[in-house]
């Protein structure tokens, strides 16, 4: 075993970790790694090892399948990355911006947004929109009508929100790609398990990401359980009842959707080497590209500089002090780590504590994917980020063997 893969199987032992698929491939396809440790549930009487076919809830890994079913619509002439989304989604901006909670009242102080939203903003989360389950002040807002956060069982009740800014002036992380698949499903006439089983599970030759694996017989018997690390201990126990979903009754385009590891594997591997399947190559210019301003980075640097606690939900084991910004995707690194990534690395997760990257420089990407709650938490990310280091390792004797095998 490697060393990585010796953490992992100790997690597993210790009952810190029920189970986790590895995966990881070179764009040329010479370095194949996939590996799984421990068990896919850790219900009573349900302890079935995991496997490369055990279906995983993604969570915010669906937003790389919406970003490039945006994309796709871009190049179709369906959408438009800059105008006013309101036309289609007048409930974006509905309630204008918050400014403030009056406590005696108990009432919100709203102002109007004198920004357009844009296409563009929803993607980079420029929008003004933050989760109102991670926002103090939006919280107050919801109990000041009588709802819970992220409440109701459709993408209008759950993220009909106020703004925290102007659009396009700062960063939050929220639900702006659950608004651009509502976007997609409007425009195209599909719900979104249709449009991207047509668009890019289909021309993949992939059979197992779906909104619904409960109402697919051949999916059924392979979900994974989620599992919960209570605060204080290191021994997850069962939460087979948690729905990170939320009660969700409609494809939820920020986090929706579920997959095998392995099939999520090939979606990644198609993007990594830029597969014409799915997009041109422009539009893979644009996917992978920095959107960011220097006002909204330097708005996403400040958060992850200040806010330990969002550094360790979005920051995906990149140095603090490392340059980023965002792209429709994910998180890019923007400096380069000798032994490690390269400049321009793509990154993101999911909460179950799932994290991938696409490495387009060193022609490479990898997958880590287990079910435990509360999102990215430290001791499950500091195995991740053995992970992330040690596959690299592997990968460059992969290619010195290769090498010498040539001379």
């Not at 871009?74 to 990355?81: A, P």
């Not at 108990?106 to 933050?130: C, D, E, F, W």
């Not at 991670?134 to 992220?150: D, V, Y």
């Not at 998180?331 to 032994?339: K, Q, R, V």
Request: charged share 20%.
């Amino acid at each position: 075993m490697t060393t990585f893969e010796d953490s992992y199987q100790s997690a597993c032992r210790s009952g810190l970790l029920p189970g986790v698929v590895l995966l990881a491939a070179s764009k040329d396809g010479d370095f194949e790694y996939a590996k799984t440790l421990g068990v896919r549930s850790l219900k009573p009487g349900n302890h079935k090892p995991i496997e490369l076919d055990t279906v995983l809830a993604l969570a915010s890994c669906t937003k790389l399948m919406t970003a490039i079913s945006v994309l796709q619509c871009v190049e179709r002439g369906l959408l438009n990355l800059d105008e006013d989304v309101s036309p289609i989604l007048p409930e974006v901006g509905k309630y204008g911006i918050i400014t403030d909670f009056d406590d005696v009242a108990g009432q919100p102080i709203l102002v109007k947004n004198m920004k357009q939203v844009t296409l563009r903003h929803l993607l980079s989360h420029t929008a003004g929109y933050q989760y109102d389950l991670m926002t103090p002040i939006l919280q107050k807002w919801r109990a000041s009508r009588g709802e819970a956060p992220w409440s109701g069982p459709t993408v209008e009740e759950k993220s009909t929100l106020p703004l925290l800014f102007e659009s396009g002036t700062s960063w939050a992380y929220g639900a702006g790609a659950d608004w651009a698949g509502k976007l997609i499903e409007r425009v195209t006439g599909q719900s979104l398990e249709s449009y991207m089983s047509k668009n890019i599970w289909g021309p993949l030759g992939i059979k197992d990401i779906t909104f619904w694996p409960k109402e697919r017989v051949d999916m059924q018997h392979r979900i994974a359980d989620m599992s919960m690390l209570v605060p204080g201990s290191e021994e997850a126990i069962d939460a087979a009842d948690v729905d990170i979903n939320g009660g969700i009754e409609e494809c939820l385009g920020g986090g929706g959707a579920f997959a095998s590891g392995e099939s999520y594997m090939t979606l990644l591997k198609a993007v990594l080497r830029e597969d014409p399947n799915l997009l041109r190559p422009d539009s893979f210019t644009e996917l992978f590209k920095p959107q960011l301003d220097e006002q909204c980075s330097a708005a996403l640097h400040s958060l992850l500089l200040g806010d330990p606690q969002m550094q360790e939900y979005i920051g995906m084991n990149i140095p603090t002090s490392g340059r980023k910004n965002w792209s429709f995707a994910g998180l890019l690194s923007l400096d380069e780590y000798p032994g490690w990534m390269k400049e321009g690395t793509l990154l993101w997760g999911g909460v179950p504590n799932i994290v991938w990257f696409i490495d387009r420089q060193a022609g490479f990407c990898a997958f880590a994917g287990c079910q435990v709650v509360p999102p990215m938490v430290r001791p499950i990310m500091e195995l991740h980020e053995r992970f992330q280091h040690g596959i690299y390792k592997l990968y460059a004797n992969s290619m010195e063997q290769k090498v010498d095998g040539r001379l």
